[in-house]
T-cell receptor, first 110, second 116 residues
């Protein structure tokens, strides 16, 4: 079954810098989603991009999707200490299931 | 809305004991998912329900695991007997799924299970 795979695994940046994470997948998808997980908490949905969309923005988040390369990127601009978390991509093939990647750990240093 | 509610938040039990995890989804959501998260295996889907009916339980590890959803506002995940390798964080999530589009899911805070 397909599964999102994030790259890189861990990222450490200074507050105010941008953070970029990538996700690749293996089969065709209906949509791709990004989630954030703070330590000890459940996952929180950030943004969803459909297969016919190429770019989407939400506040300081920018997501791109390249279906020809089967990849997506999540950009967090002007990072804050509160952005420290793990970030997961998840893909949907059009059924109710989401296939989650292993996650990216992002540390924003104040 | 209170969000997805899970109980207990923490559970410590001895090997061989029965464990029951509980979940209350967001009111109005028609799909409910049970996940398990470990460092080694990441986030794994165990089972999901649509309109209270189990749709896919292929992720349930073995017969020791069972899940029920007797009504739209309550679900349980039971492990009997429990084993140390079941130690993990178990998440419940719900969504308003329309025609199987894979809509965004809302996660509960999780239950941290430790089996000694």
């Amino acid at each position: 079954s397909q599964q999102g795979e994030e790259d890189p695994q861990a990222l450490s940046i200074q507050e105010g810098e941008n953070a970029t994470m990538n996700c690749s997948y293996k089969t065709s998808i209906n949509n791709l989603q990004w989630y954030r997980q703070n330590s000890g908490r459940g996952l929180v949905h950030l943004i969803l991009i459909r297969s016919n969309e190429r770019e989407k923005h939400s506040g300081r988040l920018r997501v791109t999707l390249d279906t020809s390369k089967k990849s997506s990127s999540l950009l967090i601009t002007a990072s804050r200490a509160a952005d420290t978390a793990s970030y997961f991509c998840a893909t949907s093939q059009g059924n109710n299931r989401l296939a989650f990647g292993k996650g990216n750990q992002v540390v924003v240093i104040p | 809305d209170a969000g997805v509610i899970q109980s207990p938040r923490h559970e410590v039990t001895e090997m061989g004991q029965e464990v029951t995890l509980r979940c209350k989804p967001i009111s109005g959501h028609n799909s409910l998912f049970w996940y398990r998260q470990t460092m080694m295996r990441g986030l794994e889907l165990l089972i999901y329900f649509n309109n209270n009916v189990p749709i896919d339980d292929s992720g349930m590890p073995e017969d020791r695991f069972s899940a029920k959803m007797p009504n739209a506002s309550f679900s349980t995940l039971k492990i009997q007997p429990s084993e140390p390798r079941d130690s993990a964080v178990y998440f419940c999530a719900s969504s308003l799924s329309r025609l199987g589009r894979g809509d965004e899911q809302y996660f509960g805070p999780g239950t941290r299970l430790t089996v000694t």
